[in-house]
C-alpha cells in the first residue's frame, strides 16, 4: 500500500477508511494573536498531520477524523493492510500527539 498525491494532501486508500498526510502548508494568520474559538484554540496548521479518516453517520460530513500531529504516513503504510483495528490502535498508542482539530474518541466506533 502506498499514499497517492490528492493536492495538497496524500492519501492512503483503505476498503472502508483511509489516512490523509497534510504536509502543513497552509498558515493560519489568527495563530499570530492566539485566537479561541470556542473552547478550540486555532492551531498553527503549518504543521504536519495525518489523519485517520473513519466513515460516520452521527457526523454531519459523514465522517470522523482522528488526527496526529506529525508525519505518520509510513507507520500507518505498514499497519493498514491488517485493517482498521490496527490502525485505531495506532492512533489511541500515539494520541499524546492529538491534534487540536481531531475527533475526540470515547470509543472509535466502526
Known sequence: MHFIPNGVN????????????????????????????????????????TALVIKDSDKLSGQSHYILY??????????????LDACIAFFMKHIEHIADTSNRPKTINH
Open 10 to 49: 496524500e492519501i492512503l486508500q483503505c476498503e472502508d477508511f483511509f489516512i490523509s498526510y497534510n504536509p502543513g502548508t497552509v498558515r493560519n494568520p489568527l495563530d499570530d494573536i492566539g485566537v479561541m474559538i470556542g473552547a478550540m484554540r486555532v492551531e498553527n496548521l503549518d504543521r504536519p498531520e
Open 70 to 83: 506529525g508525519d505518520y504516513r509510513e507507520a500507518y503504510a505498514t499497519i493498514a493492510h491488517r485493517g
